[in-house]
């Protein structure tokens, strides 16, 4: 069976890595005087050590119940009983279940539900990619990722092309800067967001756009300070 589960609350759920003190908030009244401190006793959001305590403290439960973790994978985590098993893999508070027994699973949510709040669906989307189970296996997509994509860059009303290759110019390490109002124009495109959500994509379910992307980094790294048309066209091409 598949599962998503999420976990509420998850950095809290963790102790501090190292004794943590903080001054009164403005407007509480200080219990022991003006130079009372109080300690920190849990992980808080925003916290630089947030996110390495409540992985640190979630992979020591799940070692303690009998799981293993990958060495290849420090967030892939698997454990057997008997026959039957539990093979998961987490993103901050985001867990996506592979399990076989429906009562090793039980057991598993029992323990789980000790110590954190989680709340556990049938997997349909993990991490912005759409699982549909059928009759041949499982299809995944990209789709409401995708979308979402095209709205933040206002690109919805865009007409779709046969190839992720841009028309025109291709790009080169040789390309100049432009000037006057095409540099605007180009310091004006969303070049870093672009990059990162392409990169997202490909790695996910589009592998087919590899090659163009390769072949946009080519002149990335001076783009960052000097962007020019030839790269942006390629990357909105994408």
């Given amino acids: 069976s598949f599962h998503q589960m999420d976990l509420t609350a998850a950095y809290i759920s963790a102790p501090v890595a190292r ?29 630089k050590e947030a996110a390495f305590c409540f992985y640190a403290d979630c992979l020591k439960f ?14 892939y985590l698997h454990m057997r009983r008997g026959d039957d098993f539990i093979k998961l893999c987490f993103h901050v508070d985001d867990f996506l279940l592979v399990s076989k027994g429906g009562d090793t699973l039980k057991w598993y949510l029992t323990h789980m539900r000790t110590k954190y709040e989680i709340k556990v669906e049938p997997l349909t989307f993990f991490l912005g990619v759409h699982f549909v189970f059928n009759d041949r296996g ?24 046969p190839t992720p290759f841009a028309a025109g110019p291709q790009p080169s390490s040789t390309d100049i800067a432009p000037t006057g109002s095409e540099a605007a124009e180009a310091q004006a495109f969303p070049y870093r967001e672009i990059v990162c959500a392409l990169g997202y994509l490909q790695y996910e379910t589009h592998p087919e756009n590899t090659f163009p992307l390769n072949i946009t980094r080519i002149p990335s790294l001076t783009h960052l300070s000097e962007p020019t048309n030839p790269l942006n066209n390629s990357y909105a091409s994408i």
Avoid: E
């Fill in 138 to 161: 499982c299809v995944m997509d990209q789709s409401a990722q995708i979308n979402k994509t095209l709205a933040a860059f206002k690109m919805t009303d865009c007409n779709p092309a």
């Fill in 19 to 47: 004794p943590t003190y903080l001054k009164i908030p403005p407007g509480r009244d200080a219990p022991f005087g003006k130079n009372t401190v109080l300690q920190v006793l849990r992980s808080l959001y925003g916290g």
């Fill in 62 to 75: 799940h070692l303690s119940h009998g799981f293993q973790q990958v060495p290849s994978d420090a967030c």
